[in-house]
């Protein structure tokens, strides 16, 4: 059984860096054919997708936040983070982070997510 399981934010404020990781157990992030994504839901919205980190290192962006995104990963640790710079009130949400074959926009596996409340 595949778990992920996202860190404690901290304290945000506007025009700091949003780091988060996601620590997997259960299965590795260096999987042939699974991508590891960070997703967010904005209070009373729907869910958005961030971007992903491939099994090979690849990574993949949403252009609306390609700018201040950056994904990484540390496979000794079997982890993934997730880098958000400049944030602002609007980058508030829980994020999730999430398992999904590369090929598809379907996640099998979710953390439980972890607020972020950006504010000053």
């Known amino acids: 059984q595949v778990q992920l399981q996202e860190s404690d934010p901290g304290l945000v404020k506007p025009s700091q860096t949003l780091s988060l990781s996601c620590t997997v157990s259960?299965?590795?992030?260096?999987?042939?054919?699974?991508?590891w994504s960070w997703i967010r839901r904005p209070p009373g919205k729907g869910l958005e997708w961030i971007g992903t980190?491939?099994?090979?290192?690849?990574?993949y962006y949403n252009p609306s936040l390609e700018s201040q995104t950056s994904i990484s990963r540390d496979t000794s640790k079997n982890q993934f983070t997730l880098q958000l710079t400049s944030v602002t009130p609007k980058d508030t949400a829980v994020y999730y982070c999430?398992?999904?074959?590369?090929?598809?926009?379907?996640?099998?596996?979710w953390g439980h997510g972890t607020q972020v409340a950006v504010s000053s």
């Open positions: 259960g299965g590795s992030i260096t999987t042939n054919s699974y991508c």
């Open positions: 980190i491939s099994y090979a290192g690849n990574t």
């Open positions: 999430a398992r999904q074959y590369c090929t598809l926009f379907y996640y099998d596996y």
